[in-house]
């Protein structure tokens, strides 16, 4: 009896594993163990419906893969020429295949429809997306085998952009890119190059995005929830004729935040603070009366020497999203002169002494600033000058004695803002003069520049502009810069054609039909210590 009963446990034991076992087979799970899957999933063709084929009027598509896959619901599956697809044609997984119902709907004569796919169909377990999948037949007896080809950048940095979208329009219509999907569409790999096959071919508005991860169409959704984080465009529509066509590169410009003021302040003397949801930089103001601007991160100043009415417009480009009105009412708050940054340490006796305010200064009262050397109690000669775009950036320069030892003493009520403040506290600096040969000189000749444009050159180093290089060239066919007192580095020449000449880049905009401003960069040779070079560069026979 209790042998019967322990075999009976016994068979019911292995049983239960036996069950446990196929039921881990038959439920996708991820693997443990083992290097991370980063391959998205691949088709496999025996199992799958036979694609580019001619003469066809599938009613049902099947796409088999080799592994368990599941949807994005964020990437829509499109087919071009578009169809009205209907509940009972949504896409569907069954298992390993995606099946899209054809069924029911009508099919055009002698048309070549391209299924795109892309990137919606997805491994189960790490996500890994299929790359521009297509699946593509005819009903009549050719394929449409027309290409356009490209590479999408940042407007401004020219770096290549992965993962962006390009899309043709067969509709010409203005409003068609804001308000329906694509007729093809490609989607850039890691060098932001894209190639759109099986086209027809014909005429077509050419637009590139980077599209809002929540987003899930392919247009310019501006109004909705999930709008394009950037934009380009080709200007023209584009000639699609048959064989390989290219539109060459399209730089996207990023899709600004709508733009807010949040807090505007006229109760400081001599300044209006306006603080914004954004960079100040790229802001308008428009008044009617005269302002000294001062960007500084997310908020603007505009500083005044005498205080009166004013309507103040605040937007960008041409679409003014606040009016700030400015009574007769005096301003009472004082706002202290405060020092901002001040040279230290080694200077560069190219630049001398630079101290930066957060006022524009008016006056300078040198009887109570004195530069002295060493320890020697008698002050040195000096001369100075106020910064001709920023006056509340006082610059000191003197007979410097390489690795000499200097002390600069600015005693209180020896600066006057505009505003009428002084500095409350003595200033006192204490530093050494580095030797010239510490530094280089580049001599740089620009050729090739259209006199009818305004034109923004500056030194760049790492990826940043160099302080105090940036020089506007307007005017005229060429032009003979020298940059004393740089530190030795590698430096690229960065040329924006200031199309607008408003003093900085604009990037562009779709809306208003604007292309982002041309911006060139040029290598030079590498700057040495006590080294002088000579770099000769013309716009025209570089193109």
């Known amino acids: 009896m209790i042998r019967s009963f322990l075999a009976a446990a016994a068979f019911l034991l292995l049983l239960l594993a036996q069950l446990t076992t196929l039921q881990r087979c038959a439920t996708p799970s991820a693997p443990t163990g083992g290097p991370r899957d ?24 099947i796409l088999t893969f080799d592994e368990w896959v599941k949807l994005d619901p964020k990437q829509q599956i ?13 896409p569907e997984l069954q298992r390993r295949s995606l099946v899209i119902n054809l069924a029911g709907l ?24 299929t790359e521009n999948l297509r699946f593509v037949f005819a009903t009549g007896p050719v394929l449409d085998s027309a290409s356009v080809s490209g590479t999408l950048v940042e407007d401004f940095t020219g770096k290549p952009i992965d993962g962006a979208t390009f899309t043709l329009y067969g509709n010409l219509a203005d409003t068609a890119a804001l308000t329906e999907n694509p007729t093809y569409f490609a989607q850039t790999n890691k060098e932001g190059n894209f190639t759109v096959y099986n086209i027809r071919p014909g005429r077509y508005r050419a637009i590139a995005l980077l599209r809002n991860p929540a987003a899930t169409n392919y247009y310019l959704d501006f109004t909705g929830f999930a709008q394009p984080q950037a934009v380009g465009f080709v200007d023209s529509v584009l000639n699609v004729a048959d064989g390989s066509n290219t539109v060459g590169t399209i730089r996207l410009s990023a899709i600004p935040r709508p733009l807010r003021v949040n807090t505007f302040d006229s109760t400081a003397v001599g300044q ?76 560069n006796p ?19 600033i004195r530069l002295l050397r060493d320890t020697l109690t008698s002050g040195l000669p000096y ?36 505003s009428g403040a002084t500095n409350p506290d003595t200033l006192a600096l204490a530093f050494t003069a580095a030797s010239p040969e510490q530094y280089g000189t580049l001599n740089l000749g620009i050729a090739g520049l259209d006199s009818t444009q305004q034109y923004l050159l500056r030194l760049v180093e790492s990826d940043k ?3 105090e290089t940036q020089r506007v060239l307007r005017f005229t066919t060429e032009a003979n810069l020298r940059y004393a007192g740089l530190k030795p580095a590698t430096y690229l020449v960065e040329i924006i054609v200031d199309a607008n000449a408003n003093g900085r880049y604009d990037a562009g905009n779709y809306l208003l039909r604007r292309q982002p401003e041309t911006i060139r960069r040029f290598p030079i040779e590498a700057l040495r210590a006590n080294w002088e070079v000579d770099e000769k560069i013309n716009l025209i026979s570089s193109e």
């Open 383 to 418: 001369r100075f000058a106020l910064d001709t775009l920023y006056p509340g950036v006082l610059r000191l320069q003197a007979r410097w004695a390489p690795e000499g030892k200097y002390r600069l003493r600015v005693l209180p009520a020896a600066l006057t803002a505009w």
């Open 350 to 368: 190219e630049e001398g002494v630079v101290l930066r305010y957060n006022q524009p200064l008016e006056t300078v009262d040198t009887s109570r």
């Open 465 to 467: 502009v160099v302080p």
């Open 78 to 90: 499109l087919i071009s020429p578009p169809l009205e697809l209907g509940e009972d044609n949504r």
């Open 106 to 129: 009508e099919l055009r004569d002698s048309v070549t429809y391209v299924v795109n796919i892309g990137a919606a169909v997805q491994d189960l377990n790490e996500g890994n997306p």
């Open 38 to 61: 980063t391959i998205g999933p691949a088709l496999v063709l025996e199992k799958s419906s036979p694609n580019f084929q001619t003469n066809s009027r599938p009613e049902e598509i």
């Open 272 to 347: 209006y603070r306006l603080v914004l949801n954004q960079a100040a930089e790229g802001v308008e103001v428009i008044s009617q009366r005269d302002y000294l601007r001062r960007n500084d991160q997310d908020t603007l100043r505009l500083f005044y020497r005498s205080a009166g009415p004013d309507s103040i417009l605040v937007g960008r480009d041409g679409v003014w999203v606040d009016t700030l009105v400015v009574g007769n009412r005096p301003a009472t708050q004082e706002t202290p002169l405060r020092l901002l940054s001040a040279s230290g340490g080694r200077l």
